[in-house]
């Protein structure tokens, strides 16, 4: 069973930067493919980025693509995203998510299987 513990929220002003983490236990960390989501008040979750594993290659959200860089680290295994140039409407719970290398790559919810607790990102103006 796959375990991810995100760290590294908090509130920052517009324009700010922050950088979450995702550390994962409980499987072989290369053999899943990461991603974040993120749940406004309100709102439903919905995808912002995703993460092969070799992390050669990425998608992005639109809504955060230029300024949010997701990545990883298969050595420590942990997976990152850098988040710069923040705005109000960035303001969510952010969740990692695995997935096996057997399922899809995708920004569709369904198709992870494993989600972290969630971590707060405010974002003030």
């Known amino acids: 069973q796959v375990q991810l513990v995100e760290s590294g929220g908090g509130l920052v002003q517009a324009g700010g930067s922050l950088r979450l983490s995702c550390a994962t236990s409980g499987g072989t960390y290369s053999n899943y493919y990461m991603g974040w989501f993120r749940k406004a008040p309100g709102k439903d979750r919905e995808f912002v980025a995703a993460?092969?594993?070799?992390?050669?290659?990425?998608l992005y959200a639109d809504s955060v693509k230029g300024r949010f860089t997701i990545s990883r680290d298969n050595a420590k295994n942990t997976v990152y995203l850098q988040m710069n140039s923040l705005k109000p409407e960035d303001t969510a719970v952010y969740y990692c998510t695995a997935t096996p290398y057997s399922r899809r790559w995708s920004k569709i919810l369904h198709d992870y299987d494993y989600w972290g607790q969630g971590t707060q990102v405010t974002v003030s103006s």
């Open positions: 993460i092969t594993l070799s992390g050669s290659s990425t």
